[in-house]
């Protein structure tokens, strides 16, 4: 009988494990519920989420570097004037870039928003401190423009905090439910960009064109 022969159980052996070793790989890759086919099929979505996050965080810093470009020259040739309110409004741009480049690069832009602090911000309160007064408003509108420089300083102190706190994580405000992926440090942006908004939205109420 050749079934008793060793030999014969020998290459038997043999042809079985070359099948498995075949059938192994086929059937793993078509089995939709295998652990090992669901981490193939899900493996490029990872990757394609991971390298979206990396193209916004790119895409917001080189919008930030555009705009800062952009109003650095108008900024530079009327530099040792007295600030205007085209002033207030580049300078407002580039506050509002900044905020979107925290939000999508959380604490890798710590060293973007302490220079921007000095370079934008600051200039921005002390511009819009000195353009109030002359919007040409009246009663409490007049006021309420020169209380939005006073507004902003308290939230360029709020800003200061939470940067040097590095306060980038995600954050949810306790009040509003709001949710911040560059945490406190875009919330307190955030309140730098309502500032200049309300601030623009007075001046729009003026008919005075000097400023």
């Known amino acids: ?8 159980r020998t290459m038997c052996r043999w042809s079985h494990a070359c099948l498995a070793v075949v059938a192994l790989p086929v059937l793993l890759l078509g089995c939709p519920g295998h652990a090992w086919s669901r981490a193939v099929t899900r493996a ?4 394609l989420g991971v390298v979206q996050a990396r193209d916004e965080a790119v895409s917001s810093r080189r919008s930030f570097l555009a705009t800062s470009a952009a109003v650095a020259v108008p900024l530079a040739a009327v530099a040792g004037d007295a600030p205007t ?3 207030v ?6 506050a509002k870039a900044l905020r979107r480049l925290v939000r999508n690069t959380q604490g890798k832009a710590r060293q973007e928003v302490i220079q921007a602090t000095e370079d934008v911000l600051v200039p921005l309160q002390a511009a819009m401190a000195e353009v109030a007064p002359k919007l040409g408003l009246d009663g409490d509108l007049k006021q309420q423009a020169e209380t939005q420089p006073l507004l902003l300083k308290g939230h360029l102190m709020e800003l200061k905090e939470a940067v040097d706190n590095d306060q980038f994580s995600e ?3 306790k009040r509003t439910k709001d949710s911040y992926p560059g945490g406190k440090v875009e919330r307190e942006l955030e309140e730098v960009e309502e500032t200049i908004d309300e601030f623009l939205r007075l001046a729009k109420l003026s008919d005075f064109r000097g400023v």
Request: proline share 12%.
């Open 85 to 87: 309110l085209q002033t």
């Open 89 to 94: 409004k580049d300078l407002g741009g580039k």
């Open 171 to 173: 954050y949810t405000s």
């Open 44 to 47: 490029p979505a990872r990757r």
């Open 1 to 8: 009988d050749p079934r008793r022969d060793p030999q014969h």
